[in-house]
């Protein structure tokens, strides 16, 4: 009989090493659902980001405080002044978002692939997680630059342009490709390591939630228990993310303030690296601790969200289960 073959096969047979085949409508849910996540929580950061930025380039609020910094800016130029830039922040972010996430859905898979096999998908799945959010960073960077260079230009310059699009033209038509990506690689300096914090200690906190849970309770998980390791491992992998950052955040700040040496910007860098040193590259954690914690956390609730009212399916995961 046709079937007879397929029917001798021993039963102690391993069965197939199965990754989901993601379509292509489900990576543009991925898309959606980051690009979403990342536009809403960054842009309801611009107030946040405007007074940050004109504390860094503005001589006269070198010493100020964020608060002091903000009633400031609304007393000389009005509340509005505090959305400035929201423009190149939304966009920006909507595109790195997307890329960020979907990528990152993306090339965990293409690394799971790689690896063969469960046992060593599930082996090496820390250099997995560290891969898929690098490239996928790298890539998103790519989206982000030459819109974060128009933000900072419109914040830090008042008459630069009168938005977004009027301002990214005027930057590319007079400092072309080279200024719009002149801080690509300070960016990547700050945001790959970000995404290793934000994506890998996400992933491990998961791992380590239900490990601790039967089958039978991972299935009858409700609603709020589910939220609540969501959110605690969003504000943990968000308190990674502001560390493992932090020194390149602060650099960013003193290239943006104009310190530091002439010179290509790898040399700029290693120099400020140098003369801030240790405690000087992680001043102001705490604060940006806080802050990077609810925008990595609201961005995973978000993410979550979204993709379910998609209807997407669930993420590749190789958690290790004891």
């Given at each position: 009989?046709?079937?007879?073959?397929?029917?001798?096969?021993?039963?102690?047979?391993?069965?197939?090493?199965?990754?989901?085949?993601?379509?292509?409508?489900?990576?543009?849910?991925?898309?959606?659902?980051?690009?979403?996540?990342?536009?809403?929580?960054?842009?309801?950061?611009?107030?946040?980001?405007?007074?940050?930025?004109?504390?860094?380039?503005?001589?006269?609020?070198?010493?100020?405080?964020?608060?002091?910094?903000?009633?400031?800016?609304?007393?000389?130029?009005?509340?509005?002044?505090?959305?400035?830039?929201?423009?190149?922040?939304?966009?920006?972010?909507?595109?790195?978002?997307?890329?960020?996430?979907?990528?990152?859905?993306?090339?965990?898979?293409?690394?799971?692939?790689?690896?063969?096999?469960?046992?060593?998908?599930?082996?090496?799945?820390?250099?997995?997680?560290?891969?898929?959010?690098?490239?996928?960073?790298?890539?998103?960077?790519?989206?982000?630059?030459?819109?974060?260079?128009?933000?900072?230009?419109l914040v830090s310059q008042?008459?630069?342009?009168?938005?977004?699009?009027?301002?990214?033209?005027?930057?590319?038509?007079?400092?072309?490709?080279?200024?719009?990506?002149?801080?690509?690689?300070?960016?990547?300096?700050?945001?790959?390591?970000?995404?290793?914090?934000?994506?890998?200690?996400?992933?491990?906190?998961?791992?380590?939630?239900?490990?601790?849970?039967?089958?039978?309770?991972?299935?009858?998980?409700?609603?709020?228990?589910?939220?609540?390791?969501?959110?605690?491992?969003?504000?943990?992998?968000?308190?990674?993310?502001?560390?493992?950052?932090?020194?390149?955040?602060?650099?960013?700040?003193?290239?943006?303030?104009?310190?530091?040496?002439?010179?290509?910007?790898?040399?700029?860098?290693?120099?400020?690296?140098?003369?801030?040193?240790?405690?000087?590259?992680f001043a102001g954690l705490?604060?940006?601790?806080?802050?990077?914690?609810?925008?990595?956390?609201?961005?995973?609730?978000?993410?979550?969200?979204?993709?379910?009212?998609?209807?997407?399916?669930?993420?590749?995961?190789?958690?290790?289960?004891?």
């Open positions: 009989m046709a079937h007879s073959d397929a029917t001798k096969a021993p039963a102690s047979a391993t069965p197939p090493f199965v990754v989901p085949q993601f379509t292509a409508k489900d990576y543009t849910s991925f898309f959606f659902a980051g690009a979403i996540c990342c536009t809403l929580t960054h842009g309801g950061m611009t107030p946040i980001d405007v007074v940050k930025t004109r504390i860094q380039v503005d001589p006269a609020m070198a010493r100020m405080s964020l608060l002091s910094g903000g009633r400031m800016i609304i007393a000389n130029e009005g509340p509005a002044a505090l959305l400035t830039g929201f423009g190149p922040t939304a966009v920006g972010y909507l595109a790195q978002g997307g890329a960020k996430f979907a990528g990152y859905e993306f090339w965990k898979k293409q690394f799971v692939q790689i690896a063969g096999d469960q046992e060593s998908a599930v082996k090496y799945r820390t250099a997995i997680y560290l891969g898929a959010s690098t490239v996928a960073e790298f890539f998103a960077d790519i989206l982000l630059t030459p819109l974060e260079a128009t933000r900072i230009r008042r008459h630069y342009a009168t938005g977004l699009m009027t301002g990214f033209a005027r930057l590319a038509r007079e400092e072309g490709v080279a200024g719009l990506y002149a801080g690509f690689l300070p960016i990547l300096c700050k945001q790959i390591p970000y995404a290793i914090g934000q994506f890998t200690v996400n992933e491990f906190c998961h791992e380590l939630a239900l490990r601790q849970m039967s089958e039978e309770t991972k299935r009858t998980l409700s609603g709020p228990a589910k939220f609540g390791i969501s959110l605690g491992s969003g504000i943990i992998a968000g308190f990674a993310a502001a560390i493992l950052s932090q020194p390149a955040d602060t650099l960013l700040s003193q290239i943006n303030k104009g310190h530091g040496p002439e010179g290509s910007m790898p040399h700029r860098l290693k120099e400020l690296a140098r003369q801030a040193g240790f405690r000087g590259l705490g604060p940006r601790m806080i802050m990077t914690a609810g925008l990595v956390s609201g961005q995973f609730l978000l993410y979550d969200a979204v993709k379910h009212a998609l209807g997407a399916p669930p993420g590749l995961e190789i958690h290790k289960e004891a």
